[in-house]
């Protein structure tokens, strides 16, 4: 085990790329050839496959299923339930490794809450903020704020989490602006 590494007397973790301070609770399963970063929760029953990728500071709630070909850069939350699949045209006759699976990224700072489900393929933008229960089926924009089966942008979300009204202006004192369906800081003159 990795220096620094908290593992619960109930919890497995057979990788040997976890960083220091992160915490692997009941239940949950790190196989060999997982990479977890720095300072991570791993939370009761949360599985992560070899072969996937979590960056530092990132908490997995209970419950959710990592699989190989998986990339969770930094400052990530995934909320309980969620699922990533990893196969987009999956046969039970047909085994799969590697390169023959396709890949999924969530892009740093972004949220996924409870029982989201994220369809292969796809990449989820920096500061995204997908609501419960959603259906990811292709990428999502940064800073989008989403819901439903299947996802669909309602408006955009700002770095501290909360979604932004129609002036673009967080109760945070961060202001914003939309240029090509994309959000950008607006920069405020003195």
């Given at each position: 085990?990795?220096?620094?590494?908290?593992?619960?007397?109930?919890?497995?973790?057979?990788?040997?790329?976890?960083?220091?301070?992160?915490?692997?609770?009941?239940?949950?399963?790190?196989?060999?050839?997982?990479?977890?970063?720095?300072?991570?929760?791993?939370?009761?029953?949360?599985?992560?496959?070899?072969?996937?990728?979590?960056?530092?500071?990132?908490?997995?709630?209970?419950?959710?299923?990592?699989?190989?070909?998986?990339?969770?850069?930094?400052?990530?939350?995934?909320?309980?339930?969620?699922?990533?699949?990893?196969?987009?045209?999956?046969?039970?006759?047909?085994?799969?490794?590697?390169?023959?699976?396709?890949?999924?990224?969530?892009?740093?700072?972004?949220?996924?809450?409870?029982?989201v489900v994220v369809v292969c393929r796809t990449t989820i933008g920096e500061y995204a903020f997908i609501g419960a229960g959603a259906v990811v089926t292709r990428d999502v924009p940064a800073h989008a704020f989403v819901v439903g089966n299947p996802a669909r942008v309602l408006g955009?979300?700002?770095?501290?989490?909360?979604?932004?009204?129609?002036?673009?202006?967080?109760?945070?004192?961060?202001?914003?602006?939309?240029?090509?369906?994309?959000?950008?800081?607006?920069?405020?003159?003195?």
């Amino acid at each position: 085990m990795p220096e620094g590494v908290f593992v619960h007397g109930n919890g497995l973790c057979e990788s040997a790329s976890v960083g220091s301070g992160t915490r692997v609770w009941a239940f949950a399963h790190v196989l060999p050839g997982a990479v977890v970063g720095r300072d991570c929760n791993i939370c009761d029953g949360a599985y992560v496959e070899g072969g996937a990728v979590i960056g530092d500071r990132v908490t997995v709630k209970n419950q959710v299923m990592i699989f190989e070909g998986v990339t969770i850069e930094d400052d990530v939350f995934l909320g309980p339930g969620v699922i990533f699949t990893n196969d987009f045209s999956p046969r039970a006759f047909i085994k799969k490794h590697g390169a023959d699976l396709d890949t999924t990224t969530v892009r740093r700072g972004a949220t996924l809450g409870a029982g989201v489900v994220v369809v292969c393929r796809t990449t989820i933008g920096e500061y995204a903020f997908i609501g419960a229960g959603a259906v990811v089926t292709r990428d999502v924009p940064a800073h989008a704020f989403v819901v439903g089966n299947p996802a669909r942008v309602l408006g955009w979300a700002c770095e501290c989490g909360q979604r932004l009204p129609n002036d673009l202006t967080c109760s945070c004192g961060k202001s914003w602006m939309t240029s090509d369906g994309a959000l950008g800081r607006r920069e405020v003159s003195l």
